[in-house]
C-alpha cells in the first residue's frame, strides 16, 4: 500500500524543502521513488536522510507538490524538521538506492518516529483535491491539462459542499495553477 506523505528533506547548505511523493511501509523500513528531476532526490543523495509526514489536510500535498511551499516545521534530535500540523513523522536514513530511469528507487530505514496529533477522519473534499493535485502534478506526463480543468468543473460542488477554508483556499490554488498552465 502506498500512503500520500509530505516529505521534508535538507541540501547540504541546510535548506529544507516540502514535496508530495507517495511511501511504502514494509515493517521499520520505507521504499519511495522520487524522479531525478526533483529537489528530493537530490537531498537525499546528498545527505541520505528525510522525513516522511503523514497529514490529514491535502492542503499540505497540494502546496507541497506545485510549488514553494514553506510550512511551519519543528527540528528533531537528529537535525531533521517535521510538519508542525502533521499526525505523525518518521526520520529516515537512506539505506540503498537504485536508478530506474527516470526515477530512482529509495530504500530507507526508520531512524525515529513521533505522534503529533489524532488523524481527523475521512473528508471528501481532501480525498478530491489529493487527487486533483495527482492530476496537475502528472500534466505533461500522463495527463492533459483539459483533464485537471474538468476534474476540478466536476467536483467544485462536493469540495466546497463538505470541506472548509482550507479545501476552499487548496481549490482556488489548483484553479490558479490550471490557469498559468493554460497561458
Ligand atoms: C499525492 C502526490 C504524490 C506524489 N508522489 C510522487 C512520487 O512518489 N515521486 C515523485 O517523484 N513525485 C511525486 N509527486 C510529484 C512531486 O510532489 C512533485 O514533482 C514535486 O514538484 C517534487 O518537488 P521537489 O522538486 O521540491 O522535490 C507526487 C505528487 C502528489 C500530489
Redesign the pocket.
Known amino acids: 500500500m ?1 500512503i ?2 509530505v ?1 521534508t ?1 535538507l541540501n547540504n547548505k541546510n535548506e529544507l ?7 511504502q511501509f514494509i515493517k521499520d523500513k520505507l521504499v ?4 531525478k ?7 537525499i543523495l546528498a545527505t541520505k536522510r528525510g522525513v516522511v509526514n503523514i497529514v490529514d489536510r491535502s492542503y499540505y ?2 502546496l ?3 510549488s ?1 511551499a514553506s510550512f511551519a516545521v519543528k527540528e528533531t534530535a537528529l537535525g531533521n524538521y517535521y510538519l508542525k500540523d502533521c499526525c505523525n513523522y518518521y526520520e529516515f536514513q537512506l539505506s540503498a538506492i537504485s536508478d530506474l530511469g527516470e ?1 530512482y528507487k529509495i530504500n530507507a530505514k526508520i531512524t525515529a518516529q513521533n505522534n503529533i496529533s489524532n488523524f481527523i477522519g475521512f473528508n471528501r473534499a481532501d480525498n478530491l483535491l ?1 487527487e486533483a ?2 492530476i ?3 500534466i505533461g506526463i500522463t495527463k492533459k491539462v483539459k483533464d485537471l480543468k474538468n476534474y476540478l468543473a466536476e467536483n467544485r460542488e462536493i469540495i466546497f459542499k463538505t470541506g472548509d477554508h482550507k479545501s476552499k483556499e487548496s481549490y482556488l490554488f489548483l484553479k490558479e495553477y490550471l490557469q498559468r498552465q493554460e497561458e
Request: aromatic share 12%.
Open positions: 502506498i500520500e506523505t516529505m528533506s524543502n516540502f514535496s508530495a511523493i507517495g511511501v519511495f521513488y522520487p524522479y528531476n526533483t529537489i528530493t532526490a537530490e537531498n500535498l497540494v507541497a507538490a506545485l514553494e526515477k489529493l493535485a495527482v496537475a502534478s502528472r
